[in-house]
């Protein structure tokens, strides 16, 4: 028993039933930082602070007539000694040779455990964010008071329940696959959105980490990013119309050109000295050239609109291909644009848009740092990287943008992604478009890099978490062009696009009332009609109020409505519903075809006709 007691960890003596030190064991020594004959034969009561000297001579005695039970404990000071000890004193003989036995624990550890702990809680209560904790299946085991604050919830009401009960449904799956990768070693840094008991959505960011001691579970700290979110919006807003604005020039002397070519293409069409053979292929030159201009068109408009970004599985390699165009055209004849797509179809979760934004504000950087010319490289890899010893492996996007500019110093690096500062002359540039890139990238779960050498160039390099998606290529077949019957009414108010429209109606089939404008359409719009086809903005009115008048007396007219206008943008201003069918200018008969099957039922093709759309497949 000796044995124990000396080994033990515990810092222990014996004492009789006046006080009187009888042994000590090493623990002890070096609790009291005393020598055994410094304490051996003493009274544990001189060991004791004088304040509480008459509080543990009354304990001791309580303890051996039987008052207080075996092991009680008192909490008291020593007299050498900073901090407090807790003595438990454990009757071991009774009787007139009564032997006790005396356990000293330090309380200084615990009493700093407690003040820390009660500390945090005294923060907790005073910020905005959300501290939590939950087990390892996600039960909430303790919130702060933040949590009312910005879920609008009882704290209490919350706990056991599972941490992500208010998640939008459309971002749940996303956050319970991140926490799956939380508890096998990864990182947790997920945005999100909750639902408020009152309907309204809120965006959160939350960090967590898991802790193994005591036992696997996560804590974490929630803050509404809503407003950050709305300004980040803006931010990236206003920096699209900076770059839109670099692209004015360009994109003049761009259609410039190619209305230079249709306009030639169609004078020598209609010369008398032009076959008819030669006067078809410059017709269809001319409207190689429109196409062109079209799709030019809607990726500026893509580009420049203002919405909620839409994330979906894309290729890195062809959202960087789909927007080369526009990057050529923003660097000038001036700087040679080589794209090197080396990540094997990698798919990442993002809107195009934002990769878009991402290279559109690099591309403009690189060009006002290459006036003389030079070369912006943009590259792209997959990265796999071993995440523990069970081979377990995590991918990763690497996109690299570099150029061969002037390059920044030291003090330009440590602040570039400051918003409103620039290293461009006053007037020159916003400072927004490198905080706008770091913006859109932490939204994309992304990292960037910078790595810049005065004289030698900037690049950035970006890290995006990969994801597994099936990339499935569909070889493009066009179905046959659907046709219909009935009558269609047209209101259009520029005469040159109501004539090739209404050709277009009647190529597919329909009788077509036209009209220029409201009174011409309420005048003509007599019997029964199957579509409207119309413009959403009309001298005096609008579309849909055509719509609305003529739905009282026909409640099945069908309603397509075209307009220059993205469909985005019209429901912002008011003047269409979401649910509304729009089909937005330029367009092609096939594509008026195809949007209107979706509102109407077209007619069965006949087996001659069939036979036809047949042969006109395999001869294509």
């Not at 179905?479 to 090739?500: K, Q």
Request: glycine fraction near 8%; include cysteine; charged fraction near 25%.
């Amino acid at each position: 028993m000796h044995l124990a007691f000396e080994a033990s960890p515990f810092a222990q003596c014996f004492i009789d039933a006046a006080g009187m030190i009888c042994d000590v064991n090493r623990a002890a020594l070096r609790l009291f930082a005393v020598t055994p004959g410094d304490c051996i034969g003493r009274n544990l009561s001189e060991l004791v602070a004088d304040g509480d000297v008459a509080t543990f001579e009354s304990f001791l005695v309580s303890v051996l007539v039987g008052e207080r039970p075996n092991g009680a404990s008192l909490d008291l000071q020593l007299r050498f000694r900073r901090g407090p000890v807790r003595l438990a004193v454990t009757l071991i003989i009774d009787g007139v040779d009564a032997l006790c036995l005396v356990s000293i624990s330090d309380l200084s550890d615990l009493r700093s455990v407690q003040e820390d702990e009660s500390r945090f809680r005294r923060i907790a209560a005073h910020v905005e964010d959300v501290y939590y904790e939950t087990d390892e299946v996600g039960r909430v085991a303790y919130l702060s008071s933040a949590y009312e604050l910005i879920w609008k919830r009882d704290p209490s009401s919350a706990l056991e329940r599972f941490w992500f009960h208010a998640v939008h449904a459309d971002d749940l799956e996303h956050v319970i696959e991140a926490q799956r990768l939380l508890l096998k070693g990864d990182p947790f840094d997920e945005e999100y959105r909750i639902i408020l008991p009152d309907g309204q959505v809120r965006w959160v960011r939350d960090r967590a980490c898991l802790v193994d001691l005591p036992s696997p579970h996560i804590v974490g700290v929630a803050r509404d990013v809503t407003d950050d979110r709305d300004l980040e919006e803006e931010l990236r807003q206003g920096q699209k119309l900076e770059a839109l604005g670099a692209l004015a020039s360009s994109v003049a002397h761009d259609f410039g050109n190619l209305l230079q070519g249709v306009m030639g293409c169609l004078n020598m069409a209609l010369s008398k000295n032009t076959s008819n053979e030669r006067a078809q292929d410059y017709t269809r030159q001319a409207l190689a050239a429109v196409r062109s201009g079209a799709t030019l068109v809607g990726q500026l408009t893509k580009f420049g609109r203002k919405e909620q970004t839409r994330r979906k599985p894309i290729a890195i390699d062809a959202a960087i291909a789909g927007c080369s165009k526009l990057l050529q055209r923003l660097l000038g004849d001036h700087i040679e644009l080589r794209i090197e797509a080396e990540s094997g179809g990698a798919m990442m979760l993002a809107d195009p848009v934002q990769i878009e934004q991402i290279l559109m504000n690099l591309a403009a950087n690189a060009r006002d740092a290459m006036p003389g010319g030079g070369r912006l490289l943009i590259r792209t890899d997959e990265l796999w990287h071993q995440v523990d010893d069970s081979g377990r492996q995590h991918c990763e996007i690497r996109l690299e943008v570099r150029d061969m500019g002037c390059g920044m110093d030291g003090e330009m690096q440590a602040r570039v992604f400051e918003p409103f500062f620039t290293t461009k002359e006053p007037g020159k540039g916003t400072g927004l478009g490198l905080s706008t890139v770091r913006a859109v990238t932490r939204a994309l779960g992304g990292q960037v890099q910078l790595e810049s050498e005065v004289g030698r160039g900037t690049a950035l390099i970006f890290k995006f978490p990969c994801i597994v998606a099936p990339c499935v290529t569909v070889e493009p077949r066009e179905a046959p062009e659907s046709r219909f019957a009935g009558r269609a009414l047209l209101v259009e108010d520029d005469w040159r696009v109501r004539i090739s429209i209404r050709q277009y109606l009647e190529d597919l089939g329909f009788e077509v009332v036209e009209a220029g404008d409201a009174v011409e359409a309420l005048s003509r719009a007599q019997g029964a009609f199957t579509v409207m086809v119309s413009d959403v903005v009309l001298p005096e009115t609008s579309g849909r109020r055509i719509r609305d008048i003529l739905h009282r007396q026909n409640p099945e007219l069908k309603t397509l409505y075209i307009s220059a206008h993205p469909a985005q943008y019209l429901v912002e201003q008011g003047l269409l519903e979401k649910s509304d069918a729009v089909l937005q200018k330029p367009f092609e008969r096939r594509e008026l075809a195809t949007r209107l099957a979706e509102i109407c039922c077209p007619v069965a093709p006949t087996s001659a006709l069939r036979r036809f759309a047949e042969l006109s497949a395999a001869a294509q």
